[in-house]
């Protein structure tokens, strides 16, 4: 990813399905005028989900995903069927190609109403109309468009973009609890896991919303944050840490200076602060033999892979005392059955989108499975999460009495 794009997980992501052979492959070439997609008339020739990145105003950035059908026949072929499916939990807005000549099949009416269960704003698209002597009126929901005579393309695209996504997360990660002008120390430790020449997306976000805040983040490595403060002749507004060196910043922070974590800020802006709060109360529940799912969102983050299968499972077999089992997944993978689970701790989920997130929440939720996150699994095992959410009004009160 360059620093200079729009992070995937803030874009609106818009999937295409439909069945084999309708044209979803062409109409993303068409939306977005580049063979980007294989298109061939043989059944089955986009494999994986294929993702490309575009603005389309109103809606500004988003990402454009294309799908192998959802008839997909055979072992393999129900594999494909099946990452389809998976795509929906990260959809925003689904457009669902239909083949204008055959017109809707049982499989497309199923993903409707799955479409409609999962509150996804979607589109039904007629393709191949260039087929049909006539060109129906299109009704609510529908367009009649054609991938090789350009036929409504224009028209398509305009009312992707004028559909709204559901539910997008409105909570600002940090400038609500600024003022303009406000000093905001960021403590951002340099050690050999912190990625090359650049900063985590996270700390990026956080600078970007202190800054349109009109308030004013400086920047320190934990080494020399007692340093800074000696220096300083305001008070800081509050400091935002790093998870990892927690305890150090907690005890270099003067008391009368909130201190947060990016973790923490992260997991109210995706709106999940809540339920991980009362997911890690649930390390104290925990029994010699249970297992703990420890799940990362990307599958190339040196830097979460170290926590997660290292350092977190070492904290918790000290905070608690127990012996545990720690499974991992990592990527897209994300177990349905999280029955053989008794607490779910997750990465903060920076390379997923907020609906994804939500749903590996509710997914757990659902199977009264707590859920908890790598940041406040950190700040309660350290004994400083009640300080730390000290900045947010009127959350600290869910671990009141502990
Ligand atoms: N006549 C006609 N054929 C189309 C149109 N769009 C796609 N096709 C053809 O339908 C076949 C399947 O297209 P493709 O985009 O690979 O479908 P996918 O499997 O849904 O991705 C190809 O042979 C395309 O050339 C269209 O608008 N009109
Ligand atoms: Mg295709």
């Not at 393999?76 to 083949?99: H, M, P």
């Not at 049982?106 to 993903?111: I, K, N, Q, S, V």
């Not at 005392?321 to 920076?350: A, M, Q, W």
Request: proline share 6%; net charge negative; glycine share 6%.
């Amino acid at each position: 990813m360059s620093m200079n794009q729009t992070p995937a997980s803030e874009r609106t992501h818009i999937s295409f399905f439909g069945k084999r052979n309708a044209g979803k492959s062409s109409i993303i070439n068409a939306v977005t005028s580049q063979s980007l997609s294989i298109v061939s008339d043989q059944k089955g020739t986009t494999t994986d989900p294929v993702y490309k990145t575009m603005e389309l105003l109103p809606l500004g950035p988003v990402m454009l995903i294309d799908t192998p059908g959802i008839d997909d026949e055979g072992e393999l072929g129900e594999l494909r069927v099946k990452r389809s499916y998976q795509v929906l939990n990260k959809t925003d807005i689904a457009v669902l190609i239909v083949d204008a000549a055959a017109g809707k099949s049982p499989e497309d009416e199923a993903l409707i109403r799955r479409f409609c269960q999962k509150g996804i704003s979607y589109l039904v698209v007629y393709n191949k109309s260039d087929l049909l002597s006539e060109v129906p009126q299109a009704k609510e929901r529908e367009i009649w468009v054609s991938a090789h005579t350009g036929l409504n393309i224009h028209q398509l695209k305009e009312k992707i973009a004028s559909l709204k996504p559901e539910d997008s997360h409105n909570c600002p990660l940090v400038q609500d609890l600024l003022d303009p002008l406000d000093l905001v120390v960021l403590v951002v430790p340099i050690d050999k896991a912190a990625p090359k020449g650049r900063l985590i997306l996270p700390q990026q976000q956080t600078i970007r919303d202190i800054l349109e805040a009109g308030a004013c983040p400086v920047v320190t490595r934990d080494t020399e944050l007692k340093d800074l403060f000696s220096r300083l002749s305001v008070k800081p507004r509050m400091v935002i840490t790093d998870s990892q060196v927690f305890s150090q910043v907690d005890k270099d922070t003067p008391e009368d200076v909130p201190l947060t974590s990016f973790s923490i800020l992260m997991a109210r802006y995706k709106g999940d602060l809540e339920s991980s709060i009362i997911g890690a109360a649930a390390l104290d529940y925990l029994q010699d033999g249970d297992s703990v799912l420890i799940a990362e969102g990307c599958t190339h983050h040196r830097q979460c892979d170290d926590i997660g299968t290292v350092k977190i499972p070492r904290w918790i077999r000290n905070y608690t005392g127990k012996d545990l089992n720690f499974s991992f997944v990592s990527g897209t993978e994300f177990p349905e059955d999280l029955s053989p689970y008794r607490l779910v701790i997750h990465c903060g989920g920076c390379m997923l989108n907020p609906r994804e997130m939500k749903y590996r929440i509710q997914c757990s939720l659902d199977q009264n499975v707590p859920i908890t996150n790598y940041g406040i699994v950190i700040a309660y095992v350290s004994g400083i999460l009640k300080r730390s959410l000290e900045p947010f009004p009127g959350i600290a009160e869910l671990l009141s009495g502990r």
